[in-house]
């Protein structure tokens, strides 16, 4: 049996070290009873910068656009970690938030999407984790709705292991960019990781418009992983901000 596992702060939103505590999505291992599970993950209920959140009534505002800069094509280990789908990639550029340049280190996926766009969930959103040299994280959100194939993802899926057990697949060739739409309007806030241990330490830019997958393709992951996100949390005393990236 051969695993491959990110660092619990590199795996940013999903994945954890194979020994850790399980945790699930249903039931006494689900999202409301995480901070039971293990005392390292009380923030999971205590937080007040939880992930993920409803975007809406968000304060129009100026700040620097994401630059995002990631590599035109790219290679992928694929796995999956009983959670989700995960894709790690090494050197396929990043993105840079002020002053702070982030490489992206992997991209996973959940359906239906984890955050929600004035009360609405998308039937499946990206998360692509990206960390800085210091070991800050930031965290591209995507949705992505029915419609026209996203050619790349076929190329994933391809490539997708047959259970969280099976030796892990190599994607050889993923356009990352087909995963942004043209228009990159974005939401920022900051958050959290959305699973255990839940720390407050993500800059999240999700972006307001989605991009597309066939039906067909959708339900490739769905099938595997259903209701595979952490409800929204409340935002408390946080501030939204949206802007033309």
Do not use: K
């Amino acid at each position: 049996m051969t695993r491959i596992w990110l660092p619990l702060a590199l795996a940013a939103c999903t994945a954890l070290p194979a020994h850790a505590q399980h945790w699930g999505y249903e039931g006494h291992e689900g999202p409301a009873h995480w901070q039971d599970l293990d005392p390292a993950w009380a923030v999971c209920a205590a937080g007040q910068q939880q992930s993920p959140i409803n975007l809406t009534q968000a304060l129009a505002a100026e700040f620097a656009p994401a630059q995002i800069d990631w590599a035109e094509e790219t290679a992928g280990v694929v796995v999956d970690n009983g959670h989700t789908v995960q894709v790690s990639v090494e050197n396929a550029g990043g993105l840079t938030l002020g002053d702070t340049h982030y490489a992206l280190l992997q991209f996973h996926f959940h359906a239906a999407s984890e955050h929600t766009i004035n009360g609405r969930q998308a039937p499946m959103e990206v998360h692509f984790v990206h960390q800085s040299a210091t070991g800050e994280l930031a965290v591209i959100g995507v949705m992505v709705e029915r419609g026209d194939a996203l050619a790349t993802l076929g190329s994933v899926w391809a490539a997708m292991p047959a259970d969280a057990d099976a030796t892990p697949g190599i994607a050889a060739r993923i356009h990352l960019n087909e995963f942004l739409p043209a228009d990159r309007d974005a939401f920022r806030y900051q958050g959290s990781l959305t699973t255990p241990p839940c720390s407050e330490i993500v800059s999240w830019t999700v972006l307001t418009n989605p991009v597309t997958a066939t039906p067909q393709q959708i339900e490739a992951f769905a099938t595997r992983h259903p209701d595979s996100f952490r409800p929204v949390q409340p935002l408390n005393r946080r501030y939204v901000l949206v802007s033309d990236e």
